[in-house]
């Protein structure tokens, strides 16, 4: 029950001012904002920044695994460094990293790379960033209707892992008949592998504001969110930056940067919405659909970064040349790779390349490829008899895996697929939100069984994974339950020889 | 509205959950973290049913029935969801030695699902890395290890008692029920009204006072809580002639609707305790009080009361009624002081 007058979307960032949850803070904030202490309390505990505030943190992705986290938490431990091992902090490319306590990088081991500049490519991260904003005039002259065609002759499907059709979810909620519309940009970027919004802000910042200030003008929003992870200061300062810059074009749009303080759960649309509300960050159960009732109850339309960053070159150079510019599905796509390749970057190539035309732009592969995770480590593990599946949404998916937010990381023959699967479990035991019993208990048990196989090698162990496997996919709330099982399974189904290691 | 519940068209009522439709048509739907009284959650997942053209299993505590649906409860798919989700439940909960979860003296809804709907595979405990908390308070019991993170006793303490002294905290396996920075129930917000303790599903939420105090060897006595004059009605469970323990009737039932104050639900220590006046005592010429009958005892203050009446006036008479009477009781108080003495020096300590 609110209290009359109580601030609760202020919690979050008070409770970042105060530095953490350090002793006192809850009351402090409580008094600030009207919200009762022990839900301040609890929003606090829920947040990795807040919880543990001022010590550095050291990645626990699959790549900065790979590429030798456990090193760097050692040589951090020998010189006596405070600091907390994390999950991903999409800095994949450069891993293995680490962030001090102000989150800015403190060791990087190499910069990533993107493709190269080309004015024929939609996003083009290569080229120069455009601050003339002529897609807005351009979609405004369109108006509307008009806009909406280009957007469905796209075939645009979100970029943030589903793969919904765009022009859909803009439609449904221009329709809404409350007044009161919102845009909310997804800018948490955190699904391990992916680090390709990070670069869409560094590089074109306006791409992605210009993009928002289309959408806001389609939906009829006035105002609009970007929910920007908490580890990415440097996007935010160019977010910043490009925004200032950007005013005289965004009459009648107010953007608010929220910055994310830590939890991976918050990429999902629900979450990510009750976190923006200052609360902890808990799926909501759908329906209603976020279009319908989202940001405090208002039809609010949601997309990822890159998504909207495809918006501009739509507007300009017309949906049907973007939809040309993909293979298998519509459009051009930011690839992520990192792992056992040359240059890990982000790719922008036709959606549906296969693997190997991926790591090829990424200058080819370290070592003896085995495996790769095509999205992040909701998509499981594949073997190389992959190598030639379309990267899409629709073939991945048939393969039992996901295209997801398209963080490909490439596995070469020195890895373990079920040390690496153990990595991934990890991960998703630290980041379930513990609402609902499937996943936060389903979470723990099969981490706990892979632990138990590791140390004994007695499949008995792993007996019921696929079984626990089925009821966090039919009873989680959210798709992290249902997809939280992918790293062991498939490893399971596709690495059997792994099984059978002493 | 029609809807198809397994198969049978029956009525349903705008603004209804599909789990309101399931209760009227008579089906045991399963629930942990629903209560009426606040709004459904749909976290537990018991209460999950298979809607035609979903492809999930969606909580029927929370989906809005509509015209046209069709339901079942009772698939093969709820049956395996249930089965596993309970399996699930056990690996998280304190199990006593034929492998169920544990009672603690409230009954445990969570225990009555395994025994209905059975269980899948048997899998390990879980050891769940939460932080544990002593709390001084005298009435409360948490027991984490028997919780099931329905977050009813957070949502009710919120939205029915707007007092919000717990939250949940933590997150993943680790998230549990607590104050804010862990302090002692006294030293927050907390009223003391043991809510949490009637709407906990599982006892983990249970009275100190009647811990190994076992709810099939009490006897239910109703009463009317005699603290003021609200009229709440009191369930005494009493064992061995004492009182263990008082809870609400059903919400719904009763003028309190299921809520009690810190008083009615605990301060029940006074019904046993020596000190407590079970019959009138008159004081006599030697100073001490000895017992009386009542009609003695009326007589011995009828006669002073007149006589200060008689002596100084009506006025020179004050009546001080308690807030531990009834509302009627009340009311003849200050009937006896105007109409029979004939004064309004009436008043009653609940009075501002």
Redesign the interface.
């Known amino acids: ?1 609110e209290k009359k007058g109580a601030r609760r979307d202020r919690v979050l960032e008070v409770l970042e001012e105060q530095g953490g949850l350090v ?2 803070a ?2 402090r904030v ?1 008094e600030q904002t009207g919200v ?7 929003v606090a ?2 947040y990795t920044l807040l919880r543990t505030p001022g010590v550095a943190r050291v990645c626990q992705g699959l790549s900065c695994k790979i590429e030798g986290s456990d090193a760097l938490a050692q040589r951090l431990r020998d010189e006596g460094v405070p600091f907390e091992e994390v999950s991903c902090l999409a800095q994949c490319d450069r891993a293995p990293v680490s962030i001090d306590p102000h989150m800015e990088l403190d060791h990087v081991a190499r910069r990533g790379q993107v493709s190269p500049a080309d004015r024929a490519l939609p996003m083009n991260l290569g080229g120069e960033d455009d601050a003339s904003y002529s897609a807005l005039a351009r979609a405004k002259e369109l108006g509307p209707s008009r806009l909406l065609e280009e957007l469905k002759a796209s075939g645009l499907q979100g970029r943030g892992g589903a793969g919904f059709p765009a022009h859909i979810k803009w439609s449904a909620v221009r329709a809404e008949a409350d007044p009161t519309h919102y845009v909310v940009v997804n800018a948490d970027e955190g699904e391990p592998g992916t680090f390709k919004d990070r670069e869409v802000m560094l590089r074109r910042p306006h791409l992605l504001i210009e993009g928002l200030a289309i959408a806001a003008w389609y939906a009829g929003a006035e105002k609009a969110y970007v929910y920007l992870r908490g580890e990415f200061p440097g996007p935010k300062r160019a977010l910043e930056h490009a925004l200032a810059e950007a005013r005289p074009h965004l009459e009648g749009l107010e953007v608010h940067l929220v910055m994310g303080h830590g ?1 991976y759960i918050c990429g999902e649309e629900t979450a990510l919405i009750e976190a923006i509300e200052g609360r ?1 960050g808990m799926p909501r ?1 759908k329906p209603p659909y976020p279009t319908q009732k989202g940001l405090w109850q208002k039809p609010t339309l949601m997309n990822n970064v890159e998504t909207l960053a495809c918006v501009p070159d739509i507007v300009l150079r017309g949906g049907q040349r973007f939809h040309d510019a993909g293979r298998t599905e519509p459009g051009s796509k930011l690839y992520c790779v990192s792992g056992h390749v040359e240059n890990p970057g982000v790719y922008e190539l036709p959606l549906g390349v296969c693997l190997d035309e991926l790591v090829a732009a990424a200058g080819g592969y370290i070592g003896s490829p085995r495996a790769f995770s095509p999205g992040g480590a909701s998509s499981g593990f594949l073997p190389m008899s992959f190598r030639d599946t379309p990267l899409d949404f629709s073939a991945l998916q048939e393969a039992g895996s996901m295209l997801g937010s398209a963080g490909v990381v490439v596995l070469n023959d020195s890895v373990d697929l079920l040390e690496a699967a153990r990595w991934q479990q990890i991960f998703f ?10 996943c ?6 099969q981490r ?1 069984a892979l632990d ?1 196989f590791l140390e004994t090698r007695d499949p008995v162990h792993l ?2 994974v696929e ?2 496997h ?2 966090m996919d ?4 959210c798709g992290l339950g249902m997809v939280a099982s992918l790293p062991l399974l498939s490893a399971m189904q596709h690495f059997p020889e792994d099984l059978d290691k002493k | 509205m029609k809807v198809t519940l397994n198969g049978q068209v029956v009525d349903a009522r705008e603004g209804d959950t599909l789990l309101d439709v399931c209760r009227r048509e008579g089906l045991d739907v399963p629930t942990l973290c629903q209560d009426d009284r606040v709004d ?1 959650m ?4 018991m209460c ?1 049913v298979e809607v035609e053209g979903q492809r ?2 969606l ?1 029927s505590c ?1 989906l809005p029935a509509e015209d046209g649906q069709v339901v079942l409860t009772e698939s093969e ?1 709820v049956k ?2 249930r089965a ?2 309970l399996s ?2 056990l ?2 909960h304190e199990l006593d030695q034929d492998g169920l979860p544990t009672e603690r003296g409230t009954g445990n809804k969570l225990r009555e699902h395994v025994l209905t709907h059975g269980t ?2 048997k ?2 405990p ?1 050891e ?1 890395p939460r932080q544990y908390r002593v709390d001084a308070n005298p009435y409360v019991h948490f027991d984490p290890e028997a919780c ?2 329905c977050n009813l006793c957070v949502r009710y303490c ?2 029915v008692e ?1 007092v ?12 549990t029920i ?4 862990n302090r002692d129930l006294m030293d ?2 907390c009223e003391l009204c043991g809510g949490c303790i009637a709407v906990c599903p599982t006892g983990a939420m249970t009275e100190k006072a009647a811990l190994g105090s076992d709810w099939r060897e009490e006897e239910v006595v109703r009463t009317t809580c005699n603290f003021c004059g609200v009229g709440c009605q009191l369930d005494l469970h009493v064992k061995d002639d004492r009182v263990v323990r008082a809870t609400s009737p059903e919400p719904g039932t009763t003028v309190n609707d299921g809520n009690l104050c810190v008083k009615g639900r605990f301060a029940t220590e006074f019904i046993h305790h020596e000190d407590r006046l079970t019959q009138p005592l008159v004081r006599g010429e030697d100073g001490q009080l000895h017992p009386a009958s009542w009609e003695a005892a009326l007589e011995v203050a009828a006669r002073g009361l007149l006589g200060v009446k008689e002596r100084h006036g009506a006025d020179r008479l004050g009546f001080i009624s308690s807030s531990r009477c009834t509302g009627e009781e009340n009311y003849l108080v200050q009937k006896l002081a105007r109409a029979a003495f004939g004064t309004n020096n009436c008043h009653q300590c609940a009075a501002t």
């Open positions: 029950m002793p006192g809850s009351a409580s009762p202490e022990a839900d301040v309390y609890g505990t829920f939890a902890r159960l035991e630290d980041e379930s939100c513990g609402q609902c019993a499937p936060r208990i389903g979470c723990r048990l706990r138990r007996e019921h079984e626990l089925w009821e039919a009873g989680s709330i | 459904p749909g976290s537990c997942r999950l999930r299993l909580p929370a798919k395996r969801h596993v989700l699930m439940y690996s998280d899948g595979p899998l390990p879980i769940a099931v993170l919120d939205e707007a919000a002294a717990i939250t949940l905290a933590g997150r993943g396996a680790g998230t607590a104050t804010a920075d927050t917000s």
